[in-house]
């Protein structure tokens, strides 16, 4: 934990590092139950996007590659640009009781699909580690990005 300095530009700068949480959701019984409007999620993403791609679905996706492993919850957003499928994850943090929050220190991975129409992440040990291709025609591909921090909802 760092201390207050007496330059208030360090401490701007200091703040920007540590970056924010914002609530999203809250887990009940196994239940995702979203605090925050999912219309609102979508906006956020194509903010963050900021290429012209249109989020039209959000989700809180739950990984757990087996029974005796903690679960890892994901934001994503999906959408087109251009005709081509798109689509951002970021892991959430769950707190002790059992809220999720995102962290604009949290990684974001984003998929582009190039002549694929859907692109699935891959996964192992509950971490991004790739792409899939929905469909197995020649030539299709999914290109991954992994950026390591988000501005979804940081302060401006």
């Known amino acids: 934990m760092s201390s207050p ?11 920007k590092r540590e970056g924010t949480s914002t609530q999203l959701a809250r887990l009940n019984e196994g239940k995702v139950e979203y605090i925050m409007p999912r219309a609102q999620l979508a906006t956020a993403f194509i903010r963050e996007f900021n290429d012209g791609t249109v989020v039209d679905k959000t ?5 757990q590659e087996s ?23 970021i892991p959430l943090i769950t707190s002790s009781d059992q809220s ?4 604009s220190n949290a990684e974001r991975y984003t ?4 002549g ?18 929905g469909d197995n025609s020649g030539g ?5 990005v992994v950026e390591n ?3 979804l909802f940081r302060k401006r």
Do not use: H
Not at 59 to 63: E, G, L, S
Not at 100 to 103: A, D, E, F, N, T
Not at 111 to 114: F, R
């Open 111 to 114: 998929i582009t699909s190039v």
């Open 67 to 89: 029974a005796k492993d903690k679960p890892i919850y994901y934001l994503v957003g999906m959408g087109l640009r251009d005709g081509m499928f798109r689509s951002m994850a």
């Open 5 to 15: 300095s007496t330059n208030a530009e360090e401490d701007a700068a200091r703040r």
């Open 100 to 103: 999720l929050y995102l962290s």
């Open 149 to 151: 921090s988000n501005n």
């Open 59 to 63: 989700m809180i996706r739950k990984v």
């Open 140 to 144: 299709s591909r999914c290109d991954l």
């Open 116 to 133: 694929c129409s859907f692109c699935y992440f891959s996964f192992e040990k509950n971490q991004i580690t790739g792409t899939t291709c």
